[in-house]
Structures are given as C-alpha cells and as structure tokens.
C-alpha cells in the first residue's frame, strides 16, 4: 500500500521575532573560540529592523520539503493564540498538513527572540512545556524527529516514535534539538539504533560526543557511526558538511552567496538532502541539494523565505556544476 506521506516531521513551533541591530560588539576568548555578544547595559539600543517568522526546526523542515512537493505533514503542538493561529495558516498555505497538529486550551505557542549582528544571530527560546503524545499517524515513508522541550523527558514519545517505526517500517531522520542534546542523545540508544540518519553540526557531534578539543570530522563521523545510525551527517558552517554511510566519508564545499542571516540554514541543508533521498538520488547528489537550499536561505532574513522549489532548486545545479561531494 502506497504510504500518505513522503514525510512527517515531528518536533516545535514557533514565531520567530527577528531583530537586525548594529550597536553592539562581540567579545571572544584567546582562542576565538568562545565569543559573546555585548551590547550597553540598561541602555536603548536602536535597531535596524524587526519582523516576525513562523520557525522551528520542525516546522521549517516541513516547509521545506512541501516547497519541494513532497507529501509533508507535522506533528506538533499549538496554543489557543495568535501565534498558534499564525503557524498553522503558514502550514496550510505551504502544502502541509495539519492533521497531526495538537491545539492546547490555556497554553501558549513559543515564542523566540533572534539577535542578527554582523550574520551571525543570537537565539532566546522558549519551548513551553507541552505534554507530548504521538498521534496516531498514518504511513509516511520518513520521519523526521527534532527539537522538542525538555518535557519530551517526562512522556513516551520516544518509544511511541519507535513503536511507529517497528510498526510501519518508516525511516527516521533524527537532528537533535537542543534539549535532546542535554538530556544525552545517548540515554536514547533506541531512537539512534533505528535511524537512517544522524544530522548534526560540527559542535552537536562533538557534544553528544563529550569532545572538547579540535578533532577531525573523520574522526566524529566514525564514532558517531557507532551508536547505531547508519548515515551521519555533519555539517560545519562555511566549511561545507561532511557525511559517512559506513563505507565511504563524503565532504562538500558551500555554494557561494551573500550572508545576510543564518537562522534555518541547517533546516534548508536538511530538507534539501532529505528530498533528494526521498526521490530516489544517492547520497552525493543528496548533499549538493542540501548544500544549495541552504545557501538561498541565508541569503534572507528568516529560516523559510528563501526555501527553494525543486525546479528552483534544479536550476541552480546547472551552474553549479563544481559543486561536488568528493570522497575524503
């Protein structure tokens, strides 16, 4: 039986309010390594611009996969407010559904705060605390499964997620969010044993990897590939990302473009690649697809204005010919 969906992604929501600002200084160590943001204590601070966008890893993937024109769907949870109003018509006007999409009485959708400064932004989240139960989802071909709160602890939605993929013979795609990389990816050997695929940057592989040094992504790749997942990608900003199957690490550059802002630009990656395997393509093509639909996003301000269609998206591989994942 032909499955409903290409793929259902599960994880928050949120609005998004992005604030430019252009009086403030960042402040690193010796090592530039460890920088903070610093702007006047108790002071006014003038910005440049301020907009609001619907976001969250969840919900951006799923965006990004329905503008590709993948059967997209989203399990995740809204409050009775304007913001939860906001993001479902978002959903709707995309081509998502919303069918697994749980409203709360008396509770409030996320909200974020981004800082953008010189292209780099500064996120303040606030997952409210939802009680999460997996729906009784219909047959998708992937899931998804990203950043929820650090409630996700106190339910089973876990092991309802691995009764789904026992069940339905689902392929998971797991990007931990930032709670799930608190609690310790590791205490969840289920959910990594049953995953096609690990999306991480360089620094999520290196902290679920309890490895604060410098190491080659080669090396993470290989540890990563232990814990049970049997594709791992990594990616690492302007460096490009690298990826491992088990028998071969791949590695590919950026595609070039003007940096206006970076919120979404792993949700892009991910999408893109995930539509590229989705459609039938190996895992080379999948990441210049990624590479590509990230590069238009942070060529925006917000995660979704800049998600590319598929014959968007293959117009650009026309002129991207050196854009290649070379074995490493």
Not at 208 to 218: R, T
Not at 258 to 279: F, H, M, R, W
Request: charged share 20%; with cysteine.
């Amino acid at each position: 039986m032909e499955n409903k969906f290409d793929i259902i992604t599960i994880g928050d929501s949120t609005i998004d309010t992005f604030i430019k600002i252009h009086d403030a200084t960042v402040e690193c160590d010796i090592n530039h390594e460890d920088c903070k943001i610093c702007i006047s204590y108790g002071d006014k601070i003038p910005v440049d611009s301020i907009g609001h966008e619907v976001a969250g890893n969840a919900a951006n993937v799923a965006v990004g996969c329905a503008v590709m024109g993948l059967k997209t769907a989203i399990y995740t949870n809204l409050g009775v407010d304007q913001a939860g109003s906001l993001i479902k018509k978002v959903f709707e006007e995309s081509g998502v559904s919303t069918e697994f999409v749980k409203v709360h009485q008396n509770k409030e959708s996320n909200l974020s705060v981004v800082l953008t400064f010189q292209g780099e932004r500064t996120i303040f989240v606030y997952h409210q605390p939802w009680s999460y139960s997996l729906p009784q989802l219909s047959n998708s071909s992937w899931i998804y499964l990203t950043s929820m709160a650090e409630s996700f602890t106190n339910s089973n939605i876990t092991d309802e997620i691995c009764h789904y993929l026992d069940k339905s013979h689902a392929k998971l795609a797991f990007a931990p969010g930032t709670y799930q990389l608190k609690a310790d990816v590791k205490l969840y050997p289920k959910i990594l044993e049953r995953s096609e695929l690990l999306i991480v940057n360089l620094e999520e592989a290196k902290k679920i990897l309890n490895i604060k040094e410098a190491v080659e992504a080669k090396t993470l790749l290989a540890k990563l590939l232990l814990l049970g997942p049997k594709t791992i990608i990594i990616t690492d900003g302007a460096e490009g990302s690298y990826a491992t199957d088990g028998q071969r690490n791949l590695r590919i550059g950026i595609f070039p473009t003007q940096l206006v802002e970076k919120t979404g630009a792993g949700d892009a990656y991910s999408s893109g690649l995930l539509t590229a395997l989705i459609l039938g393509y190996p895992l080379e093509t999948a990441m210049v697809w990624g590479t590509i639909n990230a590069s238009k996003v942070i060529g925006r301000i917000g995660p979704q204005k800049g998600l590319l269609r598929k014959n968007e998206l293959e117009n650009y591989l026309k002129a991207a010919s050196n854009l290649v994942a070379t074995p490493f």
